[in-house]
């Protein structure tokens, strides 16, 4: 794949389970991406090099998930004008409503686009990056509603 449009950033390697998702759905829609991880905690460093980085290297949306205290997306809005998606990861603890709560309630003035908790949040993650960029690219927007057709032809009418 060419050079990543999309960076999906995590926590920890243990939310990959979760943001895999958002990597599958990039991938079915033909949009580059890299999937990282970056601990807004344990590796603080390797947050300010990415953030900083980022829109320099060509990326144009961060998809960042994380879970329990989850400063990651909001700390990469911090740094970057890029918009940033946040992924509230299912937690052990709480169930993902301290992840939620920690992504969603930002201060006005640093966004963060905050999906549903766990996969949902995901896949919607990577539609909504793919809609972002198909604004200029007409070919993309093309597999978008593809991607949508698909799935309207795919709800039986009938649940048996
Ligand atoms: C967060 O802590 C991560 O995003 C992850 O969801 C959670 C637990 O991390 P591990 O202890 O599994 O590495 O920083």
Redesign the pocket.
């Known amino acids: 794949m060419s050079e990543p449009l999309v960076g999906i950033i995590?926590?920890?390697?243990?939310?990959w389970e979760t943001m895999r998702h958002a990597a599958e759905t990039l991938e079915k829609l033909g949009v580059a991406h890299e999937s990282k991880v970056v601990?807004a905690?344990r590796t603080p460093k390797r947050l300010f090099d990415y953030a900083q980085s980022a829109r320099g290297r060509g990326l144009k949306v961060i998809i960042a998930?994380?879970?329990?205290a989850?400063h990651?997306p909001g700390m990469a809005a911090s740094m970057t004008a890029l918009p940033v998606l946040g992924v509230p990861?299912e937690?052990k603890a709480l169930k993902g409503m301290d992840s939620l709560l920690s992504i969603v309630q930002m201060p006005a003035g640093v966004p963060v686009g905050t999906l549903a908790i766990g996969k949902a949040g995901a896949v919607n993650a990577a539609l909504l990056a793919a809609a972002i960029l198909a604004n200029g690219d007409d070919a993309l927007a093309a597999r978008l509603d593809a991607w949508r057709e698909s799935q309207t032809g795919a709800v039986a009418e009938s649940p048996e």
């Open positions: 995590m926590g920890s390697t243990s939310d601990s905690h998930g994380a879970g329990g989850a990651l990861v937690s």
